[in-house]
């Protein structure tokens, strides 16, 4: 009796590539994902992923917004040029209003805050369209959170340049390197 291959195995199944450089997060994901019916492939760097989607582009990704060198709405926008219909999840511990409707724009299909589980990002490929019931926040945001906000927008301004960004905000790096550490705790 033959085994089949471990490409045998996952060739029907869709294509999912994971970039995230939290090596034991990808890891958990990637075993949650085959458990779900995909086939993952983990890179770390938006440059190692877009070397294997040039190679295989995938018909689904989750990207983390934050890659060591590059942020990962770029690696969003070079696999929306890849391949139009990749769904694409972004997933962030750094969730602002700033960076989600960049993702979309960009071409993300949904954009969600860690924590969260395998069966929320399978529900967030299959969200495709907009929500009329969403729950509008009564409260204003607080001085905190638009302050992060304004930050984050200088920091997509500068393509996620630390130093430059601080110039602009006429602040110390180190500084803003602590605000960036510290977010407010709310919800998109």
């Given at each position: 009796?033959?085994?089949p291959?471990?490409m045998?195995?996952t060739?029907?199944?869709p294509?999912?590539l994971?970039?995230?450089?939290?090596?034991?997060?990808c890891?958990?994901?990637?075993?949650?994902?085959?458990?779900?019916?995909f086939s993952?492939?983990?890179?770390h760097?938006?440059?190692?992923?877009?070397?294997?989607?040039?190679?295989?582009?995938?018909?689904?990704a989750?990207?983390?917004?934050?890659?060591?060198e590059t942020?990962?709405?770029?690696?969003?926008?070079?696999?929306?040029?890849?391949?139009s219909?990749t769904r694409?999840v972004?997933?962030?511990?750094?969730?602002?209003?700033i960076?989600?409707?960049e993702?979309i724009k960009?071409?993300?299909?949904?954009?969600?805050?860690?924590?969260?589980?395998?069966?929320?990002?399978?529900?967030?490929?299959e969200?495709i369209?907009?929500?009329?019931?969403?729950k509008i926040?009564?409260?204003?945001?607080?001085?905190?959170?638009?302050?992060?906000e304004?930050?984050?927008r200088?920091?997509?301004?500068?393509?996620?340049?630390?130093?430059?960004t601080?110039?602009?905000l006429?602040?110390h790096r180190?500084?803003?390197?602590?605000?960036?550490?510290?977010?407010p705790?709310?919800k998109?």
């Amino acid at each position: 009796m033959t085994v089949p291959s471990k490409m045998a195995v996952t060739e029907d199944l869709p294509s999912l590539l994971i970039a995230d450089d939290d090596l034991t997060f990808c890891s958990v994901l990637a075993k949650a994902m085959i458990k779900r019916g995909f086939s993952p492939h983990c890179e770390h760097t938006v440059e190692l992923a877009l070397k294997h989607a040039n190679t295989d582009p995938p018909e689904y990704a989750i990207v983390d917004l934050r890659l060591p060198e590059t942020s990962g709405l770029v690696l969003i926008e070079k696999l929306k040029q890849l391949d139009s219909g990749t769904r694409i999840v972004m997933l962030t511990g750094y969730a602002s209003i700033i960076t989600a409707v960049e993702a979309i724009k960009l071409g993300a299909t949904q954009y969600l805050a860690k924590p969260v589980d395998a069966d929320e990002i399978i529900a967030a490929f299959e969200h495709i369209d907009g929500n009329t019931e969403v729950k509008i926040n009564a409260l204003p945001l607080s001085v905190g959170q638009v302050e992060w906000e304004h930050i984050q927008r200088i920091l997509i301004e500068n393509r996620g340049n630390i130093s430059i960004t601080a110039k602009t905000l006429n602040m110390h790096r180190r500084t803003l390197q602590r605000k960036l550490q510290k977010r407010p705790n709310y919800k998109i």
